[in-house]
């Protein structure tokens, strides 16, 4: 089989990758020529976990090619899918902009020569599909030709930083067709990851576009219901890690992601919760729960300013501070709506300095935030006479770090933990004043 993805971001590039690492024949497709030419020589736009080596292999295996032409991509090759993985981010309304899913539509329609099932794997609200096919029909109709083609939705749900576990074991594949032909090509596609025994669900190409945003908006409801729980056991002296257990182990509750925190980011909680407000209420709908778990999130990523803050009594001018982790979470590079970002900003503001370490993001943080703040070569170095450790995004080596080390290099011991990764109990016991999210403050 041979198929085509366009974009090759975090989404193309996996979707791309995965595909190919199954047999696949894919090209991926960037209109970005420096990002295709680094892909040539085995240099990736983005990090995630064993992507790399994998994109290398399938590379020299030549299951995998990296092209910004799209036209030569689907010509007259046998492609029989092109995925359009093109970013889809928030326009000024917070509605999903679709620029660029309908330039790939309209790209497609003028060069397409055979049948083609054309799927949006970007995240698109309900409607997209008929803009897509329409844009398509546009297109074929001024080429005076009539070439058939079905379109297809098939959201995507990896996550960053297990992108590559998640594409090819994933929990459930959801795909929305509109014709038997679509369905056939998409089940032979996916038939590969389906070993597991998960399910492809196969359904119409409105629930499927719909599916995306309701799985994401229920996730970032439950980030936001229990940053207002941890908020709550903070004011009446409960601790929010031992209320998380007591309600995880409800079978009907599970225990995952209700971790509290400092806010969720990405590229995707907080656009995708956004849109999904716009579009109901284009439709005369109002999404009360969304409203108020945005609410709380905006609110969230600014508590553990709050606390730092409050500590110094407002004096933070001519403080150095140390912030371990800069990714909106942790094994990816990506900053989009970190809240990190906006921690930095405050701090900033009143006149602090802030050294920071991140194991992958630094780089990304140097493009977004310039020299606006220091960057340690590791989490030691971003220590040095800091007056407090602001713990932003929870990497696997800051959770059990050198504490007589950390302790020597501090001017100040005072820890700021908005992912709860150490015990509030044991830092008072080795001497640093301990804030957490939730938790009560230990001295
Ligand atoms: P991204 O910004 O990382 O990548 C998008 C890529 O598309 C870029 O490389 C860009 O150059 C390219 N592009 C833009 N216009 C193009 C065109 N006309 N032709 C060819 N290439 C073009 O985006 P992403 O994070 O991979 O997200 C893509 C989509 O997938 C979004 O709709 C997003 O909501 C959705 N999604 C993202 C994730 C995630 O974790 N990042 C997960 C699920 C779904």
Known sequence: MRIAVVGTGYVG???????????????????????????????LPIYEPGLEEMVVRNAQKERLTFSTDLAGSIQGCGCEAAFIAVGTPPGEDGSADLKYVLAVAREIGRHMTDYLVVVTKSTVPVGTARKVRQAISEELEARGVDIP????????????????????????IVVGVSSEQAEKVM?????????????????????AEMTKYAANAMLATKISFMNDIANLCEIMGADVNMVRKGIGSDARIGNKFIY??????????PKDVKALIKTAAENGYQMRVLQSVEEVN???????????????????AGKTFAIWGLSFKPKTDD?????????????????????????????????????????????????????????????????????????K????????????IYDAVEMSEKGFCYYGIGVKKQL
């Open 335 to 407: 900053m989009r709506e970190a809240p990190s970002l906006v921690i930095i900003e405050k701090l900033l503001e009143q006149g602090a300095k802030v050294r920071a370490y991140d194991p992958v993001a630094m780089k990304e943080a140097r493009h977004m935030l310039g020299d606006t703040i220091e960057y340690g070569k590791d989490e030691y170095e971003a220590l040095i006479d800091a007056d407090a450790l602001l713990l932003v995004t929870e990497w696997p080596e800051f959770r059990s770090p050198n504490f007589n080390v950390v302790s």
């Open 149 to 172: 083609f079905d379109v297809a939705s098939n959201p995507e749900f990896l996550k960053e930083g297990a992108a590559i576990e998640d594409f090819l074991k994933p929990d459930r």
């Open 298 to 316: 905006d609110r969230q990523k600014e508590v553990m300013y709050d606390k730092v803050h409050r500590h110094f009594n407002g004096e933070l």
């Open 409 to 420: 290099l501090m001017k100040e011991k005072v820890v700021f933990d908005g992912r709860n």
């Open 260 to 269: 509290p925190g400092i806010g969720y980011g990405g590229s995707c909680f």
């Open 187 to 207: 089940n032979k596609l996916y038939k590969p990851f389906l070993m597991n025994g998960h399910p492809l669900i196969v359904m119409d190409i409105p629930s």
């Open 13 to 43: 590039l996996v979707t791309g990758t995965c595909f190919a690492e199954v047999g696949i024949d894919v090209t991926c497709i960037d209109i970005d020529e420096k990002k295709i030419e680094n892909l040539k020589k085995g240099i």
